[in-house]
């Protein structure tokens, strides 16, 4: 019996299960199906990394992506005109670029329910961790106001960008943006210029 070849990278087997995915959609994604693409056994995987935590990695991976194309917008649009709301908005938006570049991805991230109940703390966080791209910027008890309420919002959004991809209420792009832009006009509009005063 020959061996079995090895994984150069463990992150190799996190970029392509990320790939795969993206290709093929999550309902079909297997260990043995990841394997195959490797070109090693499915046992052979699990030397270096558990199925879960491969889809931890996956989901780590999505958020990484998105962050990244969130970055440039921050400072311009959220530090610039002081209105730390604005960044659900932003966030809203890439949601829905995401979403339009890898749909079977979004679908997982954000429908599977895999990510909210891992047992990786850090990855469940991930979830939450918008409102930590703003620090700062509002008291104490206007940010926890405003992470509920943010929250709320990219319920809304997420919601919407789903309904957007499966065609449901005829929803198409257009019509998912005014919805996302109304649903923040309601829940976040209020909150445009409340920061904190800078300490002196």
Not at 3 to 18: E, F, L
Not at 28 to 47: C, E, K, P, W
Not at 100 to 122: A, E, I
Request: hydrophobic share 35%.
């Amino acid at each position: 019996m020959g061996r079995s070849k090895r994984v150069a990278d463990p992150g190799d087997i996190v970029q392509t299960a990320y790939d795969l995915i993206d290709r093929e959609g999550y309902e079909d994604f297997s260990a043995r199906r990841l394997a195959q693409i490797l070109g090693v056994s499915h046992m052979t995987l699990y030397n270096y990394l558990a199925f879960g935590e491969i889809l931890d990695g996956v989901i780590a991976r999505g958020f990484e992506e998105i962050t990244e194309a969130l970055k440039p917008r921050i400072p311009e649009e959220v530090e610039g005109p002081c209105r730390p709301c604005a960044l659900f908005k932003i966030i809203a938006e890439e949601l829905l670029e995401y979403a339009k570049r890898r749909p079977n991805l979004y679908r997982f991230v954000f429908q599977s329910g895999f990510g909210p109940t891992t047992g990786d703390p850090k990855v469940r966080r991930l979830y939450w961790s918008g409102i930590d791209l703003i620090p700062g910027l509002l008291d104490p008890v206007r940010q926890e106001e405003l992470r509920r309420d943010g929250f709320l919002f990219l319920v809304l959004a997420n919601g919407l960008i789903l309904a957007f991809l499966s065609g449901r209420h005829d929803m198409d792009e257009g019509s998912c943006r005014r919805n996302i832009e109304r649903g923040y006009s309601l829940i976040l509009g209020g909150y445009s210029g409340r920061v904190s005063s800078p300490s002196r």
